[in-house]
């Protein structure tokens, strides 16, 4: 071994001295798992949850086929630990530095006896990727430590992702309009990277086939700032499903679900037990004047839940036993004071209720046709028509027009004046003091017999 590789076995040592310690420190309890047990399975999780290409088991081995490393050489780096990018990065050298063909090739020989010169030249070129990729992800979290737009799943590391969890939930449809859009799983796969929870819109619960017929339209250019440079980039389009049926709402949420389950956030049972309660609220009796529980109150009640457990600060990452912790705070979060509020029957719009018909006015002749009310309170339709109208339609029920209480007070009889009779216009041969179609012809002013215009003469 030589010295110069004395450093990189530091970590595995003092990783297994701490886990030897920690077995003698603390015995082992009957009803508690071994903690190496412990250990692989909180790593395996970890392990499944990564998003990033340079963490990624799939992608890692996409790449091992498509470079052309033969199969004896990929069985050999499995058995030493080197599963990923990244790990292979770090296996030999240091990014960022040159690579040494001899020594490279005797590190690779130290691994696999028998490998070909085409073999080592294979795994050069793949370690030289890895160690490159590995120093513009580190630039890109120094300059972006918070991006705001979610980073791609890669293709392999999703078809090996999805195809786990279809065969994981058997009899669950998962394909389809059932599908999630690939935006979707990369907003949920997210929430594991940056481990910061965030309420994912049901609007933007689309499914896959969505997706690809949005995709095909013409994509509009954005001009971004990046390094002190102008970046033209293609701007995706906003893609938002529509959320107003019951149908609707479910399968958005079993979307979301199918996601969260692929990022490795929270299981689907868990969320579909979750969705099953939220949903039940749908089946119960409203008291006597209220209406039942609408989708739109669903959907609200959704959002008071996930806004109060990032105000609770859940974490999305399993803890060090593999815990989700979403897996019980969501389903708790149904009983918060927010949620039941949300929930509550509203309640109903009370029917108008139609003003009693009155009697003709004292004096008034009968058959005179009065105002009518009228549904909807359309503007015109409570105006006192005096003229009936010659088409065909329904009676309109009479009532006393409405004169305020003042008047009546002062001596009036409630009864409609003349107006165009005030101004000596009315067409109607009728005696001062009588009444036409319209009203009485009376004064406006002190309620004589005769016209306004005559006022002052009288």
């Known amino acids: 071994m030589k010295l110069s590789l004395f450093p990189l076995y530091i970590p595995y040592v003092c990783h297994v001295v701490l886990c030897f310690a920690y077995c003698i420190r603390k015995p082992r309890q009957d009803n508690s798992e071994n903690f190496f047990l412990q250990t692989t399975r ?6 499944v949850a990564m998003t990033s ?11 091992l086929e498509q470079v052309r490393v033969p199969q004896t050489l990929q069985v050999a780096l499995k058995n030493s630990g080197v599963t990923t990018i990244s790990s292979l990065a770090y296996a030999h050298g240091q990014p960022g530095q040159p690579i040494v063909a001899d020594d490279f090739a005797a590190w690779v ?38 991006p705001t737009v979610a980073r791609k799943v890669p293709q392999a590391e999703r ?17 389809g309009h059932a599908e999630p859009c690939h935006a979707l799983l990369d907003a949920a796969t997210q929430l594991y990277d940056q481990n910061i929870l965030r309420y994912i819109p049901l609007e933007k619960c689309f499914s896959r ?53 692929f990022a490795g956030v929270m299981s689907f049972t868990r969320h579909d037990r979750y969705v099953q309660l939220l949903f039940s609220h749908l089946n119960r009796d409203p008291p006597a004047g209220y209406n ?51 929930l509550l029957p509203l309640m109903s719009k009370t029917q108008p209720k139609a003003s009693p018909a009155h009697g003709d006015a004292p004096g008034g002749n009968k058959g005179q046709s009065q105002p009518s009310s009228s549904k909807g309170g359309k503007k015109g339709q409570s105006r006192y028509r005096p003229y009936q109208s010659k088409g065909k339609g329904k009676a309109k029920s009479k009532f006393e027009q409405r004169i305020p209480k003042e008047i009546r ?30 009203g009485y012809h009376l004064c406006c002013l002190c309620y004589g017999p005769h016209s306004m215009a005559d006022h002052k003469k009288h």
């Open 53 to 63: 290409i340079l963490d990624s088991e799939a992608q890692f081995n996409l790449r």
């Open 409 to 438: 007070d002062a001596g009036g009889t409630a009864a409609p004046i003349c107006f165009d009779f005030a101004f000596k216009r009315c067409r109607e041969t009728v005696a001062e003091g009588s009444r036409c179609k319209k």
């Open 159 to 175: 078809e090996t992702r999805l195809a786990n969890l279809r065969n994981r939930l058997i009899g669950v449809l998962s394909e």
């Open 292 to 342: 039942r529980c609408s989708v739109s109150q669903l959907i609200s009640a959704d959002r008071a839940a996930w806004c109060s457990l990032i105000e609770k600060n859940v974490k999305p990452r399993p803890d060090l036993a593999g815990v989700l912790a979403l897996d019980t705070e969501l389903e708790d979060s149904l009983k918060t004071y927010e949620v039941s509020f949300a």
């Open 42 to 47: 909180s790593s395996l999780g970890t392990r």
């Open 109 to 146: 020989r130290q691994i696999e006896p028998g490998a070909t010169i085409g073999a080592v030249s294979s795994l050069k070129r793949l370690l030289f990727e890895s160690q490159t990729q590995l120093l513009a992800m580190l630039k890109e979290q120094i300059t972006n430590p918070e």
């Open 209 to 261: 086939l969505t997706e690809l017929s949005a995709s095909n339209k013409t994509q509009t250019k954005l001009l971004e700032v990046e390094a002190s440079k102008v970046v033209v980039k293609d701007k995706d389009a906003e893609i938002e499903a529509s959320v107003q049926s019951s149908y609707q709402l479910l399968e958005a949420l079993k979307r979301r679900g199918l996601a969260l389950d």
